[in-house]
């Protein structure tokens, strides 16, 4: 992490105006071709706003304007995440800066090129009891690359150059993720007498195409040695599993934010399938290839963890995700040696694995088609399969229910996108806004209702603001059903701890979506079956629209025990079972 730096001011208590130092900062950052920027209200912020009206006007930028900093934070969050590029985000002083935290928290750690711009008082003024003032450098302690401190008056050319190269990853072995510049502005706060917008310009549209991508790579050396390895695609692993684990004739185990869950070698239902290729088996895992960061499976974690089986991680460049030398697997920079560790799959590897796959598959499919009403499974299975555009998946059951039910299909139907990098549920609708402005195309966001409550702020768009193409689906099962499923729902079963697991875990709710819909002015539609559910996801995306799927969370545990029953059953017979 580079050092929190101030920099030197011109003068004590001149140099640059306000508003023209805040020019400087808005013409430097987007001479680096930034384009979208949040904004959230405030005063001391004002001449960075002014700033970056007059950029609006001649059609250099594009402002979305929030008036919660947490929405803000990750609002631009998914901006960064869609078009590949920066996006800032700013926000006045004092308790606005803090509400940053989450957001910038997530892009640390899930290697995201997000810039804060936080307002502050002049040094004159710090600490001396002055409204909103607070210590805001270093602020965000080891989540940024880069965070400095701008005085009152300076010229913050420099500072805005510098963090935004370590925004994007340009200093050696650090990767991109977010940085803070803390600007200091004096009175007077808004333009000179004279100043005013210039004619409004033409505005360009600013897309960075982020469409599901399928690579091809030649067939595997037929010198490499046979060993049966699989090849794992956790979170943001990208097409590059999936060609190389089709080239060398392996098992792709994926998760559903890899944007590698798809083509002729993608196992649905593999986390339930991981036992039976396990050390007692006819055909035992020998060595596991991981591309991009697990995070969903406790199985997967089990394997990964197996000393006697060894695994290698491809990394061409640095990640954000883990310190070096705290992981297990060996770290790759090349195809070309990750190769030589993977080697080729026999035929009968990949097979048995491919009929294990259909055979866990069509279980998992009669569970849900026997089931009466819509289940977080069935309802995660539709979405999977009738999303194009954009995907997000929240965190909790969500993401999972898809992991466990949704079909690869041939090829990639959506790209997909999840806050994993610290799997947290807050500003999941924010994240999704920002993608689907970002990404100028239809956008489906899957998440439970506890996760939709956590960031119902997130609906609010302004009077003028531009509207997303974002469908939201919220599985609504009146609280968190994911602690059922953990240690903490054989507690609640056995009444030890009385009502403590449902209140304090599952926290259970009685909201009316519907009526909160309609507060925000967004279409709903309540539907309790997989047909109703399928019918609704047929229909165009338009604007912004909630479809609530009504289920029941008390029988989720013994829903997951009679799929692990059925695919047990269906893989008995199997040459791995």
Do not use: C
Request: glycine residues 10%; charged residues 20%.
């Amino acid at each position: 992490m580079s050092p929190a730096e101030p920099v030197a001011a011109s003068s004590a208590s001149g140099g640059l105006a306000a508003v023209e130092a805040a020019r400087i900062a808005v013409d430097t950052l987007l001479d680096a071709d930034v384009r979208h920027v949040v904004v959230s209200p405030g005063s001391r912020s004002a001449p960075m706003v002014y700033a970056l009206a007059e950029a609006d006007a001649a059609g250099r930028v594009e402002l979305l304007v929030r008036t919660d900093e947490r929405s803000a934070g990750f609002t631009a969050l998914g901006l960064a995440l869609s078009t590949g590029a920066p996006a800032a985000v700013l926000t006045t002083s004092g308790t606005a800066v803090g509400n940053l935290m989450p957001a910038v928290m997530e892009a640390n750690h899930a290697a995201v090129p997000l810039v804060v711009f936080s307002a502050d008082r002049p040094e004159e003024l710090r600490g001396t009891g002055a409204n909103q003032t607070t210590v805001q450098l270093d602020l965000f302690g080891e989540h940024v690359r880069f965070a400095v401190d701008v005085p009152a008056g300076s010229d913050p050319r420099r500072a805005v150059e510098t963090a935004l190269s370590a925004a994007t990853g340009a200093f050696v072995d650090t990767p991109p993720g977010p940085v803070q510049l803390n600007l200091a502005f004096r009175d007077p706060l808004v333009p000179a007498a004279a100043d005013s917008l210039p004619a409004a310009a033409g505005r360009s549209v600013y897309r960075v195409a982020r469409n599901p991508l399928a690579l091809d790579f030649p067939a595997a050396p037929a010198a490499l040695p046979e060993r049966r390895t699989v090849v794992l695609a956790g979170h943001d692993a990208g097409p590059v599993a999936e060609a190389f684990a089709r080239a060398h004739g392996l098992p792709l185990l994926a998760e559903p934010s890899s944007n590698a869950r798809f083509g002729p070698n993608a196992v649905g239902p593999y986390r339930l399938l991981l036992e039976h290729f396990g050390p007692d088996a006819a055909q035992p895992i020998e060595r596991v290839v991981l591309f991009g960061r697990p995070t969903l499976s406790r199985p997967v974690t089990e394997l990964l963890a197996r000393a006697d089986v060894p695994s290698a991680l491809y990394q061409p460049v640095p990640v954000a995700w883990y310190e070096p030398g705290r992981r297990t697997e060996l770290p790759l920079e090349t195809l070309a040696d990750l190769a030589d560790f993977a080697g080729r799959g026999p035929a009968a590897w990949l097979d048995a694995w491919l009929l294990a796959g259909a055979a866990a598959q069509h279980a998992v499919d009669l569970v849900l088609a026997g089931t009466s009403g819509a289940t977080g499974p069935s309802a995660g299975a539709e979405v999977w399969k009738h999303s194009r555009g954009q995907l997000v998946l929240g965190s909790s059951n969500g993401i999972r229910d898809v992991d466990l039910a949704g079909a690869p299909p041939a090829e990639p139907q959506a790209t997909m996108f999840a806050n994993r990098g610290l799997a947290g549920i807050d500003g999941t609708t924010s994240t999704a806004t920002g993608i689907a402005l970002g990404g100028r195309q239809e956008t489906t966001v899957l998440m439970g209702d506890v996760t939709f409550l956590h960031d119902a702020g997130g609906l609010l768009l302004g009077a003028g603001e531009a509207e997303p193409l974002l469908r939201i689906v919220v599985l609504n099962d009146a609280g968190g059903a994911i602690f059922g499923l953990l240690e903490h729902g054989a507690v609640a079963a056995s009444g030890r701890y009385g009502n403590a697991v449902e209140r304090l875990f599952a926290t259970p709710q009685q909201v009316d979506l519907a009526a909160l819909a309609a507060a925000y002015g967004i279409a709903h539609r309540r539907v309790g079956t997989t047909a109703e559910l399928t019918d609704a996801l047929s229909a165009p995306v338009e604007g912004r629209s909630i479809i609530e799927v009504r289920t029941d969370r008390h029988r989720l545990g013994e829903l997951h025990r009679a799929i692990r029953a059925a695919v047990a059953t269906a893989v008995e017979g199997l040459p791995q079972a």
